[in-house]
């Protein structure tokens, strides 16, 4: 995974009062851990960091941050935002070293289109969309990308059924599912009870029948 640069300056605004005022100039505060010194209080530039975010589609960012003119490699831990405008307003890094087996989440993407989609019509069914994985800094995938175009109905494709990117460890069950494919579904029409039809003729002759009774009554009282 690459690094992607961002600049960074010790904060002092540590007071509610003091960070609003500093989120109106555009500065985003945020902290970094792991450094063996406790938390340190940090800012970075807001626009700086949207742009940086928009630029990746991967789920765990890996950041160079120059702070105090030295280089300090972190992966972004969480990011804040607000309710309802969703903006940021605080990032969490946690320091790494070159060197240093880390766990991050990446999602698994599909590529091809299955047989049994585009032969038989089934239907593709993604199960887990992420994956848990062990690497160095340097080793770890944006994304891991999985073939699924021999995946027929009925089959699956489980996390022993994928490479591993050199470097990097699955730390998910061997036998996961991740891809899968069903048959398709069939629509199946409603239709008349047998008999219904025949019973309400049957009602109609009963009908006709109590009518051709009357005048026969009828008659036998003339006589």
Same mark, same amino acid.
């Given at each position: ?185 069939? &629509?199946? /029409?409603?239709?008349? *009870? %047998? !008999? +219904?039809?025949?019973? =309400?003729?049957? &009602?109609? /002759?009963?009908?006709? *029948? %109590? !009518? +051709?009774?009357?005048? =026969? ?7």
């Amino acid at each position: 995974m690459k690094a992607i640069e961002l600049a960074a300056n010790a904060r002092t605004a540590k007071k509610r009062n003091q960070v609003k005022a500093l989120r109106h100039a555009g500065r985003l505060p945020a902290v970094i851990y792991g450094s063996g010194e406790g938390a340190e209080q940090l800012e970075v530039d807001k626009k700086g960091f949207q742009h940086m975010m928009a630029s990746t589609s991967a789920t765990a960012v890996l950041v160079d941050l120059t702070l105090d003119g030295k280089s300090r490699l972190a992966l972004i831990q969480e990011v804040q935002h607000h309710p309802l405008s969703r903006q940021p307003l605080h990032v969490d890094f946690r320091e790494v070293r070159k060197d240093q087996q880390v766990h991050v989440t990446v999602p698994l993407i599909p590529v091809g289109e299955a047989v049994g989609v585009k032969v038989s019509g089934g239907n593709l069914e993604h199960v887990m969309r992420q994956v848990h994985v062990s690497g160095t800094p340097a080793a770890l995938p944006e994304m891991i990308e999985v073939d699924i175009s021999e995946l027929d109905i009925g089959h699956t494709l489980h996390i022993s059924d994928i490479a591993a990117p050199e470097g990097v460890d699955f730390l998910e069950n061997a036998g996961n599912p991740v891809f899968s494919v069903s048959r398709p579904r069939v &629509e199946v /029409e409603e239709t008349p *009870a %047998e !008999g +219904e039809e025949g019973e =309400e003729g049957a &009602e109609g /002759e009963g009908e006709g *029948a %109590e !009518g +051709e009774a009357k005048p =026969e009554e009828g008659g036998s009282d003339k006589k």
